[in-house]
């Protein structure tokens, strides 16, 4: 399975955009990227997914790089409620055991 | 939106008593998974499930553990004799499929305490 590469913490002010960085050098021509979050200990929360095209959804959008590895995840006007670790995961080719890294904590500011 | 129902919120037990975790995943979803997350570490996974069986399992998830589905709505996880690192926040996930680009839907977990 890929390994992703994420910061270990983001600050953001409330309001503004929070781009997230993910690098994923190894990641298969099969691989999809996937955005999940955790809010305070609750249950992972998906977010979005895609394999070469960018992607957007009500929640963020996914710009993935040409050459697939990188990707960034763009929360367009963050909140307070955005404060969370989020992941970046790269899909297995098998089945949906995802693996989970430290991720990034992105803390909103007001 | 459907959700991943998990039962109870916080379970407290004695080393060495036994202890199911119960799970109601979304409706028409076929694959079922249970990760866990000690306090302050990753969310790691334990094992999936489907048509009844184990499709993958980790290496934490040894004989002690089992999961059953009794039913057609519930899912479970028993540990058979609770260790003290077996507390942690359990969290049930659910997906339609198996494919790769199928999302999983988590539940809020049960914290499990083992004294």
């Known amino acids: 399975d890929a390994k992703t590469t994420q910061p270990p913490s983001m600050d953001c002010a409330e309001g503004r955009a929070a781009n997230l960085p993910c690098n994923h050098s190894t990641i298969s021509g099969n691989e999809y990227v996937y955005w999940y979050r955790q809010i305070h200990s609750q249950g992972p929360q998906y977010i979005i997914h895609g394999l070469k095209n960018n992607e957007t959804n009500e929640m963020a959008s996914l710009i993935i790089t040409e050459d697939r590895k990188s990707s960034t995840l763009i929360l367009p006007h963050a909140t307070l409620r955005d404060t969370a670790v989020y992941y970046c995961?790269?899909?297995?080719?098998?089945?949906?055991?995802?693996?989970f890294g430290a991720g990034t904590i992105l803390r909103v500011k007001s | 939106e459907p959700e991943v129902t998990q039962t109870p919120s916080h379970q407290v037990t004695q080393m060495g008593q036994e202890v199911i975790l119960r799970c109601v995943p979304i409706s028409n979803h076929l694959y079922f998974y249970w990760y866990r997350q000690i306090l302050g570490q990753k969310v790691e996974f334990l094992v999936s499930?489907?048509?009844?069986?184990?499709?993958?399992k980790s290496e934490i998830f040894d004989d002690q553990f089992s999961v059953e589905r009794p039913d057609g709505s519930n899912f479970t996880l028993k540990i058979r004799s609770t260790k003290l690192e077996d507390s942690a926040m359990y969290f049930c996930a659910s997906s339609y499929t198996s494919g790769a680009s199928e999302k999983l839907f988590f539940g809020s977990g049960t914290q499990l305490s083992v004294l």
């Open positions: 499930f489907y048509n009844n069986e184990i499709s993958e």
């Open positions: 995961i790269v899909s297995p080719r098998h089945g949906n055991k995802l693996v």
